[in-house]
């Protein structure tokens, strides 16, 4: 009776084996892509670069839908006006690098994985990315054991939060919380959806997982995000009866997350992250008329805040991608980006109509980008990324998918 379920393993097993074997250099540069954005050493712009020629070889025909001609609008402005604002700035070079660099993988890579069929890619990304994660996990917690674990429950403040993050110790991921953390609710929330486009199941080990890697990063950014994709997620999947237990699991736990997760009680303090940024946003909204319908210039943001904001801590960016894009690069650059969110968003529903599980692998990154990120970062281009390959795999059906271990 045994026999047929050993055969089936087996043959699953060399399955698996002959897919690692059969991997093509694009494959294995697009994981190692992935990898590349963990290291301490900033490698993966020559890593992307590499990946996008080999993304360019691999397709048949490079197709330029509207989101790429917006994104090319987008990025010839901004090196206008680097070359205007700070021509042969280090830094400002260093960022107008990353930019172009990061765009060209994104566009090249979405012509490349919708140009073929990705499940095989999947299934190898699915157990990359939990080495990603099981990393960043062991990174974690090394920095909380050198802290006598004494904020293995949570901080106080943002600012105690931080002073977790040590340099001698930093070997993976990032040293800075808030954009470890964002990195880790991006890959995490993809690893968590993986199973339903694979088997139509719901793991709860997964989510588990993910928050506690969350959790333990002590930034607030990645558990809003989490909790807005996997709570559609679940709400999507699961019967009336079912709701009503998570309305009220989330009604339960509400007061912990409330004081030991979003940390409300110091949300406008001036040394909490969130603080900050309010006052950086009032600064942005008081003195609009300062800014240039054009934009003040790439990286223009440490100026106009040393200026106009109650106080700076020496951030690059407003923490919001689009407040910064139109302070830095006025109405052409803001609407160009939202132009190319719209139209990207538009072309994933062409390629595979899931509007609930597009939804929900969308809300992570427009939320973290309402209160992070610059935009041209490589975790959001990752990520699209990884949307795209992930989402658009096949149909799925929500009332089928299982909530499972």
Known sequence: MSTPEITLTNQTTVLEGNQWKT????????????????????????????????????????????????????????????????????????NIIKLVINFCFLFLSINWLGSRDNESLINKLDIVLLIVLALSLVQLLIYHQAYDFSLILGSDSSGQASTLYRDSLFYWGLDDKNMFGARIALMGFSFIVIPIVLKNKLSTWRIVFVFLIAFLSLSRTPIVALILGVFMLIWSSVSKKWKIVLVILIAISLPFVLQKVIRVDSLTSSNDGMGIRLVYWKAFFQHFDTISPLGNGFLSAPGFLETYADFYRGESHIHNTFLSTYLQMGVVGFFSFVAFLIWFAQ????????????????????????????????DVVMYFCLIYLIGSLQEINFKNIKLGL
Do not use: H
Request: proline share 8%.
């Open 23 to 94: 991997i093509s250099i694009a494959e294995t540069l697009f994981l190692l892509s992935l990898i590349s954005m963990f290291l301490p050493a900033k490698i993966y712009p020559v890593i992307f670069l590499v990946s996008s020629f080999f993304f360019y070889r691999e397709t048949p025909q490079i197709k330029f839908p509207n989101w790429s001609i917006a994104l090319a609008v987008f990025s010839a402005y901004a090196v206008i006006s680097y070359m205007i604002n700070y021509p042969g700035e280090p830094l400002a070079l260093t």
């Open 347 to 378: 072309e994933c529903w062409r390629k595979m109509e899931n509007p609930r599980l597009w939804l929900s692998l969308f809300l992570p990154i427009l939320a973290i980008m309402m209160i992070l990120y610059s935009g041209y970062d490589n």
